[in-house]
């Protein structure tokens, strides 16, 4: 059983792993926009990690933990994959109404939204420091996109901004059915159950005949959004096993973030100029940034500190028997 720093550590780097492939992806599917709408590549996703996941887990023997699921542990799978679904769904329908800079700074209520889900359905507590932060992130990621906000002077704008809090509800939920099985499956085959769900309920709302007309620099893009999709969620399923909820929700809060940063530094390099533009971020964002970032950090040392006095007390107690 790893020690209460080995499990901090251990949550840090899958987290970490979780922002910073969530930060590449926009990136992919911007590129990815001229070969093939967001449900087909979707589909396509969940496909290729159904079935690389599936000879994994299979290869390794680990398939037997099905046989052992209830009836309510199938409804909590079938649930959570749905959410996932909508999720993503929800979050492509939004951008017909939504710039995509204003989606993903309205989708940031998902930290919020998880964090609350932890502490009614888990029980998991949030102390007022903890809170204080959340305000520090949610303050931070409105002066960081403040330039975007400002271009969104339409109506459609709160049937976007609707859209948005039904994706982000839909992910949190997600989230939390997900970790709620961890007793009972590995966070592996969870993912796994979940893949096969998606790839055959999203068939009939695809068009795979679209991806036999990519190019082989499309394909590349293609598979990179199937890697991320194994490596992302891989990591953010094991980032919820050692991590409170509320640990992990502060760390993803970083991804606009990383975003820009990898954004940036494609615009400085020069890579796919025709479709990746600069945001053109001036100071009163950078110190937007710099909020979240600090807010973000406090979480983890605020949490850490409070897993540490509980491990104490848990120790003392059973000393004390």
Same mark, same amino acid.
């Given at each position: 059983?790893?020690?209460?720093?080995?499990? /901090?550590?251990?949550? $840090?780097?899958?987290?970490?792993?979780?922002?910073?492939?969530?930060?590449?992806?926009?990136?992919?599917?911007?590129?990815?926009?001229?070969?093939?709408?967001?449900?087909?590549?979707?589909? $396509?996703?969940?496909?290729?990690?159904?079935?690389?996941?599936?000879?994994?887990?299979?290869?390794?023997?680990?398939?037997?933990?099905?046989?052992?699921?209830?009836?309510?542990?199938?409804?909590?799978? *079938?649930?959570?994959?749905? /959410?996932?679904?909508?999720?993503?769904?929800?979050?492509?329908?939004?951008?017909?109404?939504?710039?995509?800079?204003?989606?993903?700074?309205?989708?940031?209520?998902?930290?919020?939204?998880?964090?609350?889900?932890?502490?009614?359905?888990?029980?998991?507590?949030?102390?007022?420091?903890?809170?204080?932060?959340?305000?520090? =992130?949610?303050?931070?990621?409105?002066?960081?996109?403040?330039?975007?906000?400002?271009?969104?002077?339409?109506?459609?704008?709160?049937?976007? /901004?609707?859209?948005?809090?039904?994706?982000?509800?839909?992910?949190?939920?997600?989230? *939390?059915?997900?970790?709620?099985?961890?007793?009972? *499956?590995?966070?592996?085959? =969870?993912?796994?159950?979940?893949?096969?769900?998606?790839?055959?309920?999203?068939?009939?709302?695809?068009?795979?005949?679209?991806?036999?007309?990519?190019?082989?620099?499309?394909?590349?893009?293609?598979?990179?959004?199937?890697?991320?999709?194994?490596?992302?969620?891989?990591?953010?399923?094991?980032?919820?096993?050692?991590?409170?909820?509320?640990?992990?929700?502060?760390?993803?809060?970083?991804?606009?973030?990383?975003?820009?940063?990898?954004?940036?530094?494609?615009?400085?390099?020069?890579?796919?100029?025709?479709? =990746?533009?600069?945001?053109?971020?001036?100071?009163?964002?950078?110190?937007?940034?710099?909020?979240?970032?600090?807010?973000?950090?406090?979480?983890?040392?605020?949490?850490?500190?409070?897993?540490?006095?509980?491990?104490?007390?848990?120790?003392?107690?059973?000393?004390?028997?």
């Amino acid at each position: 059983m790893p020690t209460a720093k080995q499990t /901090f550590l251990y949550g $840090l780097f899958f987290s970490a792993v979780t922002v910073l492939f969530w930060g590449m992806l926009p990136i992919a599917l911007k590129l990815s926009g001229h070969f093939s709408d967001p449900i087909t590549l979707t589909w $396509l996703r969940f496909s290729v990690a159904a079935l690389i996941l599936g000879l994994w887990q299979w290869r390794r023997g680990k398939l037997n933990e099905f046989k052992w699921l209830t009836k309510q542990d199938w409804l909590r799978l *079938l649930a959570a994959g749905t /959410f996932l679904i909508i999720n993503y769904t929800s979050f492509a329908w939004s951008l017909d109404f939504l710039l995509p800079g204003s989606a993903q700074l309205s989708f940031q209520i998902a930290p919020l939204f998880l964090a609350l889900g932890g502490l009614f359905f888990l029980k998991e507590r949030i102390n007022w420091q903890q809170w204080l932060c959340f305000v520090g =992130i949610g303050l931070g990621m409105l002066i960081f996109f403040h330039p975007v906000i400002g271009q969104d002077g339409q109506g459609s704008m709160w049937v976007g /901004f609707a859209i948005i809090q039904l994706s982000a509800a839909a992910w949190s939920l997600y989230a *939390l059915l997900q970790k709620s099985l961890f007793k009972r *499956l590995a966070p592996t085959n =969870i993912l796994l159950a979940i893949y096969v769900y998606a790839l055959i309920v999203m068939l009939p709302f695809s068009s795979p005949s679209e991806l036999l007309k990519m190019s082989s620099d499309d394909a590349w893009i293609a598979a990179f959004c199937c890697l991320n999709t194994l490596v992302a969620y891989g990591a953010f399923a094991q980032a919820m096993r050692y991590w409170q909820t509320v640990q992990v929700s502060a760390s993803i809060a970083l991804t606009p973030v990383m975003a820009f940063i990898l954004t940036e530094l494609c615009v400085a390099l020069g890579w796919w100029s025709g479709s =990746i533009s600069s945001s053109h971020a001036d100071l009163l964002s950078l110190f937007g940034m710099l909020i979240v970032i600090v807010s973000a950090i406090n979480v983890q040392l605020i949490s850490a500190r409070v897993q540490r006095k509980a491990a104490l007390m848990t120790k003392a107690l059973n000393e004390a028997v």
